[in-house]
């Protein structure tokens, strides 16, 4: 035994050697000796979930081709397959037809909860509570496992800069550094402790990379960015997801700067699993790697399948390319064996830590499977959802609402919604199971009339297909006025449809979409009194309502308890705390617009009627509302700033925040720095920490922040991180424009 392990450490990479004393490897490489090439194909094979798994096995078409493989052993995972017996049935068949029964992992996209939904995740990030986001995907996890599933593709980490984009949902926003912090808050949600523990699910951190960057916002489109944006702003979530020890890595459909990204060879093999030292394995998106004939990076699907798994793509998701063409590839010299052991090698080594192949069936456990979904974690969904809604304006202190008020209306047909609350990204969940915002509303009060003038959209909305909005049925909004005359209050529920973002939900427009702006402007007329509360799954830009408008809470899609987070905050049981992930802009032109650009040679104007700076002729250059912002019914102030620099290595930052305001609250206090002078030049702000706190009435609180080298310096365009020594301003304050200033020389 001793001697086959020296022979097979020999051939190991020395981030393989290291682990070559762990049992896992041993495992691993035993089992890599017992397999034919095509069971090592196999493993780099995903399927998605094919016919009625519980029905009788299929005798035709592609189904029962699907079926074969499953029995000799040519399938390593399989995606969208759930429930405990859909589970164990095709668990059964690879456990005990194949020839090595090695188990299947099961991927599902549970992306922000199964069945049970938190907020859609951009959602949960404006919380920046990352103990909240945590706990949000551990219960997800937990779900999730209890219905077989054992592997999550989530959390997408890619820095989204265009609220165009409908994946932006999806994400955590503009920062890296909050960016990072959330992928690993909930790579170990999802995971736990412990990757073998019964309640934890393996996590995938995409899409690598550059996915967030599309041009224009528009779904699938190219990617063309620089070494600096691409080091210092893509790839640090993807890394800290890595250094955390997430399991998997999903490639993505886009190009990078002309290569797509399945076929990458510099982010695969160089960046992620060289330098990065990347010990689980990649996954390509949904048949992404076939999709690179189409970009024209592959004369055809048995190219394609050289290129990706040359370039480092370990799993091939739906494309049939590695199922159909490796094996050949290996025989003719092209891809070569150790390309094809290493993938699996990575493949495996996930299984056993798993714990699949003590136990296939660990993930099957039907009672289980019913006590979890019969004891769903409302209180967890519920307390991030409260936590992720944004106060943007509060004129005249409408809000918080008081619960013997007379005479409230309640506007808008997302106010009856109980499926657009949930998302987009919930295929675990059950439609129309939101609480909506009526039904939270109806908790508080009975003084309340509700009109729902005009449908946001027309027809039925069935996944996936292309949304029809009422672009013209203003019939209803006579009744609305009506009621608002009569109102003391009007709280209008307005935004997306639950499907409006999400992966091929790119928009040119970022307004109220429908007859909603023209619903509100109506009601408006009649009753200024208006708390616009906001349902959507990007920022948008509702210039006129911030300018008209007193009062808007920003409640994006907060998931299954929705419309009680919704009217707890209304009613002011829970005083709002969440600060935005991304900024909103003023007008699409705008876009993309993100709080850490860099300088511009002509940043202002030097006189009022200057020209030749960097603006725009009908548009302010500064944002609708920025990173960072959110207030809160209570009101905190910044004072006492100081810098200590007396270690180099670790410049401490305090300041004092007071809660000044006659309501408890939490705030959360960023930190954000910029270096005068490098030799690549640095965005005008970056934020280095934050911290949430909570404080009583005339409470104060010091915080402290630490700036050490990990904070100060940045990646140079080869790639390197420095830390140059030189004058940075800094501001510790509620938001990306607001704080407290001061600067300081890193020597
Ligand atoms: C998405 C991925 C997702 C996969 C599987 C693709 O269309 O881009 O994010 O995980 O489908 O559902």
């Not at 992306?111 to 939904?117: D, E, P, R, S, V």
Request: glycine content about 8%; charged content about 20%.
């Amino acid at each position: 035994m001793s001697v086959t392990i020296v022979c097979i450490t020999a051939s190991l990479s020395f981030s393989q050697q290291k682990f070559a004393t762990d049992s896992i490897e041993i495992k691993v490489e035993a089992l890599l000796q017992r397999m034919t090439l095509e069971e090592k194909v196999g493993q780099m094979n995903q399927y998605n979930g094919f016919w009625e798994v519980t029905g009788p096995a299929p005798k035709e078409g592609n189904a029962k081709q699907k079926y074969e493989h499953l029995k000799k052993g040519w399938v390593g995972s399989v995606l969208n397959v759930q429930g405990t017996t859909n589970v164990r049935k095709l668990q059964e068949i690879v456990v005990k037809e194949s020839r090595l029964g090695i188990p299947l992992l099961f991927g599902f996209d549970v992306i922000h909860g199964h069945k049970t939904l938190s907020p859609i995740p951009l959602a949960e990030s404006a919380s920046w509570d990352l103990e909240a986001i945590e706990k949000s995907a551990r219960a997800a996890a937990v779900e999730a496992s209890a219905v077989g599933i054992n592997w999550t593709f989530a959390p997408m980490v890619d820095i989204t800069r265009d609220a165009r984009w409908g994946r932006v949902m999806e994400g955590a926003g503009e920062d890296p550094y909050l960016g990072s912090k959330i992928g690993i808050a909930r790579v170990h949600g999802f995971q736990g402790d412990d990757l073998s523990a019964t309640t934890s699910i393996v996590a995938c951190a995409k899409h690598f990379a550059g996915y967030g960057f599309v041009e224009a916002g528009r779904e699938y489109n190219t990617v063309d960015v620089g070494t600096s944006t691409l080091y210092n702003i893509i790839l640090p979530p993807f890394k800290a997801a890595v250094e955390n020890g997430v399991g998997t890595v999903m490639n993505a459909f886009n190009v990078l700067n002309g290569v797509p990204s399945t076929g990458n060879k510099f982010l695969q093999r160089d960046i992620l699993k060289g330098r990065w030292g990347f010990n689980g394995f990649v996954i390509s998106d949904w048949a992404s790697g076939a999709e690179m004939v189409d970009h024209g990076f592959a004369k055809d699907l048995k190219q394609a399948a050289e290129i990706a798994a040359n370039a480092g793509s370990d799993m091939d998701m739906e494309s049939y390319a590695y199922i159909t063409y490796l094996k050949q590839l290996e025989e003719e010299g092209k891809v070569d064996i150790k390309v094809v052991d290493d993938a699996v090698r990575r493949v495996l080594r996930v299984k056993y830590e798993l714990g699949l192949f003590d136990n296939p069936y660990k993930y099957c456990d039907a009672k289980r499977e019913e006590e979890t979904i019969a004891h769903p974690d409302k209180a967890t969904v519920l307390d991030i959802a409260k936590k992720s809604i944004v106060l943007l304006k509060n004129e005249n202190n409408l809000l918080p609402l008081s619960k013997n008020q007379q005479h409230i209306a309640v506007i808008g047909s997302l106010a009856n919604d109980k499926n657009s609350p949930l998302g987009n990204w919930r295929f675990g969940a059950t439609d129309s199971t939101a609480v909506s915002v009526l039904e939270g509303f109806s908790k508080y009060t009975t003084h309340f009339k509700y009109a729902k003038c005009a449908n946001l959209t027309l027809g039925k909305t069935i996944f996936p297909f292309e949304l029809k909005l009422n672009e013209t049925d203003t019939s209803e909004f006579a009744e609305a006025e009506q009621l608002a005359k009569q109102s003391d209050v009007v709280v209008m529920v307005l935004g997306e449809h639950g499907f409006q973002s999400g992966e091929g939900r790119s928009r040119t427009k970022l307004d109220l979409p429908g007859v909603q702006q023209q619903l509100l402007e109506a009601v408006y007329k009649v009753n200024k009194n208006i708390v616009l509360v906001l349902m959507n799954g990007r920022p948008l830009a509702i210039t006129w309502a911030a300018e008209h408008i007193p009062t808007i809470l920003e409640t994006w899609q907060l998931g299954t308890e929705a419309g009680d987070a919704i009217a707890s905050v209304l009613f002011g049981d829970y005083n709002p705390s969440g600060k935005l992930p991304m900024t909103f802009p003023r007008s699409v032109g705008q876009c993309p617009i993100y709080y850490n650009h860099y300088n511009t040679g002509r940043a202002t104007a030097k006189s009022k009627d200057e020209v030749f700076w960097s603006h725009y002729t009908d548009e302010s250059v500064k944002p609708l509302y920025p990173f960072g912002y959110g207030l809160s019914y209570t009101k905190f102030k910044y004072s006492n700033l100081s810098i200590d620099t007396s270690d180099a290595k670790n410049i401490k930052v305090s300041a004092t925040v007071t809660n000044t305001g006659t309501k408890s609250g939490e705030e959360v206090a960023q930190l954000y720095i910029h270096q005068k002078v490098a030799s690549v030049v640095r965005p005008v702000k970056e934020l280095k920490g934050f911290e949430k706190f909570s404080l009583k009435p005339n409470e104060s609180k010091v915080i402290t922040f630490s700036l050490t080298d990990k904070e100060l310096g940045f990646y140079n365009n080869e790639g390197n991180y420095v830390v140059e020594p030189g004058d940075f301003d800094l501001m510790v304050g509620s938001n990306s424009q607001e704080g407290l200033v001061g600067t300081f020389t890193r020597k």
